[in-house]
């Protein structure tokens, strides 16, 4: 991969990662109520999740799973469901207080691998990051290399930033109403999220 390819491979890795998304709101709804130390859990989740779906997109699982509508489809029905799920939950507990009691690692870090995982956008970034800056006649371990480092740099860097804008909303004295009505609208994005899923 020349400098040039490398930079239009970082060029859309950063957006890809910085576009608000699932795992985004999963990180600052995380951040803003368990803090950005805890929420850290989740930007490891969604590591592995990126380690995990770099190697099957290199070993050509991703495409085969896209090409085999059934699965494709069911695995997005399923990630719809989640985030929909997802979204009702944190849309009722917004009126609750945020509670000072710490939440388990565990749990954090599941519930993030989980939206990273059963997520469409995902699998498309992914797929489009292979069929366009992949170069079939190299070696692709060889390409590995530098793609590898350069997506998990670029996704710990932006969901880290995620975590930190959702501690600061956290910390700042917001109004109880506000506060609702802003926990709810991260709420409605993920139930968003769920719903075009399921038209796509």
Same mark, same amino acid.
């Given at each position: ?97 945020? *509670?000072? &009691?710490?939440?388990?690692?565990? %749990?954090?870090? +599941?519930? /993030?691998?989980? @939206? #990273?995982?059963?997520? =469409? ?28 480092p350069t997506a998990l740099t670029l996704t710990a860097l ?16 917001? *109004?109880? &109403?506000?506060?609702?009505?802003? %926990?709810?609208? +991260?709420? /409605?994005?993920? @139930? #968003?999220?769920?719903? =075009?899923?399921?038209?796509?």
């Amino acid at each position: 991969m020349s400098a040039g390819e490398w930079l239009v491979f970082a060029g859309f890795w950063a957006v890809f990662v910085t576009s608000p998304g699932p795992n985004a709101v999963n990180c600052i709804l995380t951040a803003w109520q368990a803090g950005f130390r805890a929420a850290l859990w989740c930007v490891a989740a969604i590591l592995c999740q990126a380690l995990l779906f770099l190697g099957l997109a290199a070993s050509g699982i991703t495409a085969l799973l896209v090409s085999m509508p059934g699965a494709y489809g069911a695995l997005k029905f399923v990630g719809a469901l989640v985030l929909i799920g997802l979204g009702l939950r944190a849309w009722v507990r917004a009126s609750e207080p945020v *509670s000072p &009691v710490p939440v388990p690692r565990g %749990r954090i870090f +599941l519930r /993030a691998f989980a @939206v #990273a995982t059963l997520n =469409a956008k995902s699998v498309a970034g992914y797929l489009a990051a292979f069929t366009q800056f992949v170069a079939t006649d190299v070696p692709i371990w060889s390409q590995m290399s530098v793609i590898v480092p350069t997506a998990l740099t670029l996704t710990a860097l932006s969901y880290t930033g995620w975590c930190a804008l959702g501690a600061w909303l956290g910390r700042r004295a917001l *109004s109880v &109403v506000a506060s609702v009505g802003l %926990r709810r609208a +991260l709420a /409605a994005c993920f @139930v #968003a999220y769920g719903g =075009a899923l399921l038209l796509l």
